[in-house]
């Protein structure tokens, strides 16, 4: 059984694999080299030992969009209900996308998108938000109860979604109940949208079978196509956010979706932002114990073994340049390695530099609610805990401000 370390003075000497050297040790030295050959190399790493692999699969999409009302939000916002049902022989998944954007912009709306933990109806009070029916989790103090929400889950989580501050601030926000697309429970890859899965055929899934991180990752993507075909949206500037494992998931699907114009990570832990190899907080064997369907079974044998992984968290990062990247910390939630997420996103560096970028330039973690950015990156590490708070998000929309100007 793994023993959690929360002492800095205990982690292991390590080493970060190398990011611009390639495979057969070939130095990457341009952004073309970098696009052409060594991102891609990564990619497939990060798909055959820890993610997963998207087996191909052929679906169709259909859209049904619901109008709410909502006296709250008369006269500066429309909110809907998007339905998006994807179907194949093997069966049908809707996932449901709570769509508010901000009325009298004059132009195309930059968005906000991200999955939610307990159910649309928990982002925002509005009464016509439709429950989620599928697996939540959380306790009575959400109003869930044996991994349902009830009536009592309206509104539970707004504050982690500031609405009325992401609407004046000129930014629309899209919200998908997580479980709408996989539920977070070991299944066995059986439900949500691997039930669409080929390999589902298999009575086993293969090792490098996509995990439940994948799974959402690929779930914010068809909300993208989505998104890009909504008039009222501008496809350029869409940003995909998430915290905690939804932060893990709005990582994976900012690397493999360049789409998405900009990537924020709240808090996102081992298998996001954070160093595996610090082996502190969360490590990778406590992840994989506690839940072992978010990362294929390759990812497995990396329990207690992170020097062998030929990928970390910095790569991760790295696979999102030249677009523009933001990790936000708690000093307080250790768990998720505040340091070891700091230390990934400057690992990052050299790739952005490769496309001329500024980067991050001190080593050393900067004090707790100082923000920093330079070039195409950000961070900070807020007083408090485990959460995405308010504060949080003035920093992510001002950096959303820099990053993602109006055409």
């Not at 768990?335 to 990052?348: H, M, N, Q, R, V």
Request: charged content about 20%.
């Amino acid at each position: 059984m793994y023993a959690q370390n929360y002492d800095e003075s205990n982690i292991p000497d390590y080493a970060v694999p190398e990011i611009l050297t390639d495979r057969n040790g070939q130095k990457i030295e341009t952004a073309g080299q970098w696009e052409n050959q060594r991102r891609q190399e990564l990619l497939e790493i990060f798909e055959e030992q820890m993610y997963g692999k998207v087996p191909e699969f052929e679906y169709h999409a259909t859209y049904r969009s619901k109008s709410l009302s909502s006296p709250e939000l008369s006269g500066k916002a429309t909110q809907e209900e998007v339905t998006i049902t994807l179907s194949n022989e093997r069966g049908q998944v809707d996932i449901n996308m709570l769509l508010t954007l901000p009325l009298n912009t004059g132009a195309k709306v930059p968005v906000f998108l991200g999955l939610n933990f307990q159910g649309n109806q928990a982002t925002h009070p509005n009464p016509e938000i439709a429950i989620t029916g599928n697996y939540v989790i959380g306790g009575d103090q959400l109003g869930v109860r044996d991994n349902k929400a009830t009536e009592q889950s309206r509104g539970a989580r707004i504050s982690r979604w500031p609405l009325d501050l992401i609407l004046k601030s000129g930014y629309g926000l899209a919200t998908i109940h997580c479980g709408d697309i996989d539920p977070d429970f070991d299944d066995g890859f059986k439900n949500g949208v691997h039930s669409l899965s080929p390999d589902m055929l298999n009575t086993v899934a293969p090792a490098d079978h996509w995990g439940t991180i994948a799974a959402w990752a690929w779930g914010l993507s068809r909300a993208m196509d989505y998104l890009s075909a909504d008039d009222r949206v501008d496809p350029d500037r869409v940003a995909v956010i998430g915290h905690s494992r939804l932060g893990k998931a709005a990582l994976w699907a900012g690397a493999i979706d360049e789409r998405f114009a900009l990537v924020i990570s709240n808090d996102s832990g081992c298998g996001g932002a954070a160093l595996s190899r610090r082996r502190i907080g969360e490590t990778v064997e406590a992840i994989n114990t506690s839940f072992p369907h978010w990362f294929c079974k390759n990812f497995h044998q990396y329990n207690g073994n992170e020097d062998d992984l030929p990928i970390d968290q910095h790569m991760l990062i790295a696979l999102i340049a030249p677009r523009p990247v933001y990790v936000g910390s708690a000093q307080e939630d250790q768990w998720a390695d505040p340091k070891g997420e700091y230390t990934s996103i400057f690992l990052a560096g050299p790739v952005f530099k490769l496309y001329g970028f500024q980067t991050l330039e001190e080593a050393e973690q900067p004090p707790t609610d100082h923000p920093v950015s330079l070039g195409k990156q950000g961070y900070h590490m807020r007083s408090g805990g485990h959460d995405m708070t308010e504060y949080d998000w003035q920093q992510y929309i001002r950096f959303a401000h820099q990053q993602l100007p109006a055409h």
